[in-house]
């Protein structure tokens, strides 16, 4: 069992049992959280360290105001986010998107009156490995505003400030993702391949 006290003193003295503790403890976790955001395994593991070795760099700014998981699960988030903008892909998938008119147009369909709500309310109760898988499937653009919209339930404003992008094109790439969702998921059923 984690005498979290111990380990946070420990980690604040930079000694190496306690951050083996730490990580062994929290790893799973936060590789789930990683795993959101990337779009396979290997992916998720390397912003998992990058993300628990800045843990370890600026241990000391943890004031122990609120959890250390949520402290923990702050900065794999921020990792991801960070890996996510440094990444070509996603510039290039941006600059695709945009010149092809295909988030304006889900834009349009969304203000003119499609009432998706309903049917997502259906996807949520499925087992969450196929869920997931099918959000690994989403390219970046989507997938990081849909994590961040759903599962760390920022707002948009947020998300547009964190991302340096417009609240409007927050609110597309989320109906975006979740069409392409709605697509794949209704495709696995029709097959029922899973």
């Not at 946070?8 to 403890?25: E, T």
């Not at 800045?54 to 700014?61: I, R």
């Not at 998938?93 to 008119?101: A, F, H, I």
Request: charged share 30%; proline share 2%.
């Amino acid at each position: 069992m984690l005498d979290e006290e111990l380990v946070i003193q420990g980690c604040r003295q930079l000694d190496a049992v306690a951050q083996k503790h730490l990580y062994c403890h929290f790893a799973p976790t936060m590789l789930r959280v990683c795993m959101r955001y990337a779009s396979n395994q290997d992916d998720a593991k390397d912003i998992m360290q990058e993300g628990f070795i800045k843990v370890f760099l600026h241990f000391g700014k943890f004031e122990a105001k609120g959890s250390l998981e949520g402290w923990l699960k702050r900065i794999m988030i921020n990792t991801a986010i960070t890996h996510y903008k440094k990444n070509k892909t996603w510039n290039e998938q941006l600059r695709n998107n945009q010149t092809e008119g295909k988030v304006e147009k889900t834009y349009l369909d969304y203000i003119n009156g499609e009432d998706a709500e309903d049917i997502w309310e259906r996807y949520l109760d499925l087992e969450p490995s196929l869920l997931l898988e099918t959000i690994q499937t989403l390219p970046n653009v989507f997938r990081v505003v849909f994590n961040m919209y759903f599962m760390e339930k920022m707002k948009h404003k947020e998300i547009a400030e964190i991302l340096q992008i417009d609240e409007i094109t927050s609110r597309t790439r989320l109906i975006r993702a979740r069409k392409l969702i709605q697509q794949k998921i209704e495709a696995l059923i029709a097959n029922k391949s899973f």
